[in-house]
């Protein structure tokens, strides 16, 4: 259960339900983290064209590996769940376990290995990265527009990941269908929202 209650004011708050609507489409369910926002659902869009504005000069599969290595270094299991699964159209389950544990070379191509790491680097200590941490990523053939794009997927993952961590969003039940040993690999923080628990916080 989450740390905070959604706004009282959010069943007709027009743009709170629109914004509801929004998420139950895409999930098929309305995602924990989404009544989260009620409180501040301009946000929410102000993070979806964030997100469009990082993806639009990076290769789908790239951007899913980079925001899944931060994700992970976040220890967020929310966002390691979510894109993990997404991870699931390029790789198999075990794949991306390997992946869950830092285990990318053999995995991913070397310029995705690269990228991966730097990523998590940046997500786990900003102020600690070096010359050191780029220059594998020149090796490969990155330039420093690309290099600035890894950097971004990888700081808007910080913000994302923080801030519904941060009030306690738990990963969605729906993550339970999953295959055990698949889920737990990506429970890097968190653990999922149990069966058992009360039912998350609704629209309304």
């Known amino acids: 259960m989450a740390f905070i209650q959604p706004d009282p004011s959010a069943k007709t708050d027009g743009h709170v339900q629109a914004m509801y609507e929004r998420q139950a489409e895409a999930f098929g369910y309305l995602p924990n983290y989404a009544v989260l926002f009620s409180h501040r659902p301009e946000v929410i869009d102000l993070w ?62 070397a310029d995705e290995a690269a990228a991966m790491h730097y990523a998590a680097a940046v997500a786990a200590d900003a102020s600690g990265v070096t010359e050191a941490h780029v220059a594998p990523m020149r090796a490969v053939g990155f330039s420093d527009r690309e290099i600035f794009d890894v950097a971004g997927v990888a700081a808007g993952r910080a913000f994302f990941s923080k801030l519904v961590e941060g009030l306690g969003a738990l990963p969605d039940r729906a993550y339970l269908d999953l295959p055990e040993s698949f889920r737990s690999a990506l429970e890097v923080g968190r653990a999922t929202e149990s069966a058992e628990a009360a039912a998350p916080l609704q629209s309304g």
């Open 48 to 109: 979806a064209e964030l997100q469009r504005g990082l993806r639009r000069h990076v290769g789908l599969r790239l951007f899913e590996l980079v925001t899944f290595a931060a994700a992970v270094e976040l220890k967020s299991s929310y966002c390691a769940l979510a894109h993990g699964c997404k991870l699931r159209g390029f790789f198999s389950d075990a794949e991306i376990e390997r992946l869950a544990g830092g285990e990318y070379e053999g995995v991913v191509e």
